[in-house]
């Protein structure tokens, strides 16, 4: 009989509870799949749960977050696919969360748990670039990156508040080798901090796994976060409001928006870099209109504790909820990938006067999957006649555009009213929802 040292039982034991326990059931509600996420409570493992169901592509239409005293908590997930059906592929799911959960438990990097043997072989450098907009800046970039022998494998651009961020993962171009050579590196930022006007933020080589592309959302967030981009825009809206609960020591984060996909990762993803923990939140859709309400407290245990710090959370929010918004005509690119192509189709762009708002940039194999939010250089919506001659210059086999669609599920009348009525009702709902299930008690 194998014997263990009490310090190795005990580890083992450890790991056992910290184990978080999913369910992903098609039987229980009639519209939706319901996601169960039972688990201890760590910073981070809430966002884990919410990028994972982001990352499978599954909306989520309503949902509670509960915990104890913050020691435990347990997620409720109501998802549908896009067209707002059942997920189909429950199994994938379930194994997905529960990959994505047993790593952040175990406190290891997604990207180091999921090392294949040939990780060296698709090791890439990634450029991390920020600065101002203009028309054409993408066009600029890519042109460099081709000129400096730089192939493009996968990357991602937002532009908000006359701000750029783009991450950029890149390999030589002749060889397909990563790109280490600090001389080389050294070049590379050199050429787009002036193409940026200082605005580069440097190159570092990662590993090119399905983490690390699902993480690219949250490091443009956080770039743009650190850049202050949230406090140059316009006097925050009604849309985001934070309330004190004073008795039992919350702040009270309330969301009312437009619904689109990810919002609720956009969300927990920047309530968790301002290191604030969730302990109790609801969040639901009716159409097209997203109601999110969160208690939250920080690392520390106390609640938001100043107006400066009550604004920063509103104007982060506020931001996070408007750099996903796509601005302007959708383009959907397939074509065989080749030397120069990104180089190529933004300069079709740039000369047609279109302006690219959002980017994804996507290699799979020799096939190139790209995605471009353009509209004129003035910001407005791009003539169609012009969308058509890029088109046909283009090649109408591979660039066509496509009309992304979120599934209105209920109607939507009234959804401008609610979203301000909505705003400050909510709050004593969920609160008498916490005080009727027993996950808070009253002061009375």
Known sequence: MERYHPSEVYELFVRHMNTPRVVVDNGACETATLVQVHSAR???VLLEAVAALSDHGVCVRKGYISSDDGRWFMDVFHVTDAA?????????????????LSAAADALPRAAACDPPQAKERRLCLLELLGVDRPGLLSEVFA????LRCGTVDARAWTHGGRVAALVFV???DTGAPISEPARIRRIESRLRHVLRGGARGARTVLVDAAAVGNLDRRLHQLLNEDGEAGRRAPPTPAVAVQEWGERGYSVVTVSCRDRPKLLF??????????????????DTDGDHAQQEFYIKRLDGRAI??????QRVIQCLQAATERRTSEGVRLELRIT???GLLAYVTRVFRENSLSVTHAEITTRDDMALNVFHVTDVAGRPADPKTIDEVIHGIGTDSLRVDEERWPRLCSTEGDDAAAGAGLFSLGSLVKKNLLKVGLIRSCS
């Open 42 to 44: 760590k910073h981070g």
């Open 84 to 100: 707002g059906r059942k997920v189909a592929d429950a199994d994938k799911l379930l194994a997905r969360l529960e990959s994505a």
């Open 144 to 147: 460099v990156l081709h000129d």
């Open 171 to 173: 390999r030589d171009e």
């Open 266 to 283: 956009d969300v927990v993803c920047t309530l968790t870099d301002l290191d604030y923990v969730v302990y109790h939140g609801t969040f």
């Open 305 to 310: 504790s100043s107006e400066a710090e009550r």
């Open 337 to 339: 990938d080749r030397r």
